[in-house]
């Protein structure tokens, strides 16, 4: 079942059952989806690019929770976890911290990297690998901590 068609079936659910936390943040996927659609893209909205588009949603949030964090809005942040909380029920499951490190010593071993210079080659290979399954962030401070002892 493709992401659009999971996503009309839960706000026709959260329409029913007047879930206002739901509704806004499978509504802001919906529009996302829609976007996407229509941008003029020569790609289809294939599995890859609707795990991107949820990641690229559930990272804005995610921006916006720490700054309202940071300047004392309680209201506008609790807003944006209750966003993040819905779009992550349609990204699989995040990775540990050890499984992630140990998905990216393996990736390491394979490239045969060795120190620095071949970050971006273990980065690259690495987000193709775990994509969907852990924040580019994470990865990327792994992939230094490991690459740089």
């Given at each position: 079942?493709?992401?659009?068609?999971?996503?009309?079936?839960?706000?026709?659910?959260?329409?029913?059952?007047?879930?206002?936390?739901?509704?806004?943040?499978?509504?802001?996927?919906?529009?996302?989806?829609?976007?996407e659609k229509?941008?003029g893209?020569?790609?289809?909205?294939?599995?890859?690019?609707?795990m991107?588009?949820?990641?690229k949603?559930?990272?804005?949030?995610?921006?916006?929770?720490?700054?309202?964090?940071?300047?004392?809005?309680?209201?506008?942040?609790?807003?944006?976890?209750?966003?993040?909380?819905?779009?992550?029920?349609?990204?699989?499951?995040?990775?540990?911290?050890?499984?992630?490190?140990?998905?990216?010593?393996a990736?390491?071993?394979?490239?045969?990297?060795?120190?620095?210079?071949?970050?971006?080659?273990?980065?690259?290979?690495?987000?193709?690998?775990?994509?969907?399954?852990?924040?580019?962030?994470?990865?990327?401070?792994?992939?230094?901590?490991?690459?740089?002892?």
């Amino acid at each position: 079942m493709s992401l659009e068609v999971r996503i009309n079936q839960d706000l026709k659910e959260a329409m029913k059952a007047k879930d206002d936390v739901a509704l806004r943040g499978i509504r802001a996927i919906k529009a996302a989806i829609l976007l996407e659609k229509t941008s003029g893209a020569k790609h289809e909205l294939n599995e890859e690019t609707e795990m991107k588009l949820l990641q690229k949603l559930v990272k804005q949030r995610r921006e916006s929770l720490d700054i309202y964090e940071k300047n004392g809005r309680e209201d506008l942040a609790k807003t944006e976890r209750e966003e993040i909380d819905i779009i992550e029920r349609y990204l699989p499951q995040q990775l540990s911290e050890a499984e992630l490190r140990a998905e990216i010593q393996a990736v390491i071993a394979e490239a045969g990297a060795t120190s620095m210079k071949d970050m971006g080659r273990v980065m690259g290979a690495a987000n193709k690998k775990l994509a969907g399954k852990a924040d580019g962030r994470a990865i990327s401070t792994i992939v230094k901590e490991l690459l740089g002892s």
